[in-house]
């Protein structure tokens, strides 16, 4: 990475990562950021993480080689205007927001597009802030990065750079592209999951059974609906027309199968679930054994030699085996990087109890 000088405008739990990870691998690298909570910015200068505090959008970011927007998605746009005037000549303007048309949109009217490359790292948390950051949050994670139609590849080389830096997987996409995919893959699910389980609530009987009852599948496929209600608004509302498209594709699908239950249509229900089955394996396969949910758990691991044979370790000393052991990149949910998995219900309990005692930060 060439570039010596990075702002950040923001440093929340994606920022204050990004800049971890950038001063972990290039020590020598200047970092300032400007945030509204002064104190959160003192504590990131303690750490190390940055050596300058911005007092506002000001003359030092006129030092900067890249400036990173890492504040909520509608926030991001706002303060492209303001930091535009104190870009240097060949300085480079990205973001870390989850949708990304309404962001390129802005660059397109404000005319900002030869000096502005998107990005979305796809990891994340369900605890926030910069206090929660760490230099391998984004480590074997994807990065997205999406140019503009003015950007240069140098330019593009450079955010290529930056990801690999602190240890993710870039992968280039239009922006466009990228929010249809995301609408999908991401956002469709966390409607899907919020609305069943408020079908659940609704429908639930006086003594609570289905609450009461709920649990294997049902908690494994609406665990996403505890994600802050807040910043799924925000993100439903700035990538609405692609969770249209998709959530009408959704809803006909359901149409369909209502038809065939109620039509007693059985060889149609059978493809319905035949079908899902060999494409959801094809993902299993495209990434390498993500692992089975039935009995798996999720841990916070930096990624450095030695650092899974030492978990192996600590597992099978105990007697444990380990069905697969895998890399989560897409962590957006609040997964840690590596996925383990195992046989049976009591050898995740015992793995478990035994990590959290080497102080491993896990997650189920």
Known sequence: MKDTTIGFIGLGLIGGSIARGIKRAHPDTRI????RTRAKLEQARADGTIDFILDGISEPLSECDIIFLCTPVEYNAQYLSAVRPFLKEGALIT????????????????????????????????????????????????????????????????????????????????????????????????????????????????????????????????????????????????????????LRGYIASLQQVLSDLEGGNDAALYQLFGTSRTYRNSINDLTKGFLDPDYSFSVDIVDEPGSIAILSAILSARGISIKNIGINHNREHGEHALSVSFYEKSAMNAAWELLKKHNYDLMN
């Open 32 to 35: 300032m950021a400007y945030m």
């Open 95 to 246: 973001d870390v927001g989850s949708t990304k048309t309404n962001i390129h949109e802005v660059v397109t009217k404000l005319g900002f597009e030869d000096v502005f490359v998107g990005g979305h790292p796809m990891a994340g948390s369900e605890k926030t802030g910069y206090e929660n950051s760490t230099d391998h949050l984004l480590e074997k994670a994807y990065y997205i990065i999406t140019p503009t139609a003015q950007s240069r590849q140098e330019d593009i080389d450079r955010m290529t750079a930056v990801a690999t830096t602190i240890g993710s997987i870039p992968i280039v996409l239009d922006y466009r592209e990228h929010d249809r995919i995301i609408a999908a893959i991401s956002h469709l699910p966390h409607i899907v999951a919020s609305s069943l389980v408020n079908l659940v609530r609704d429908t639930d009987n006086p003594m609570g059974m289905m609450r009461r009852l709920a649990a294997g599948g049902f908690k494994d496929i609406t665990r996403i609906a505890s994600s802050s209600p807040e910043m799924w608004e925000q993100i439903c509302m700035t990538n609405s027309a692609n969770i249209a498209d998709v």
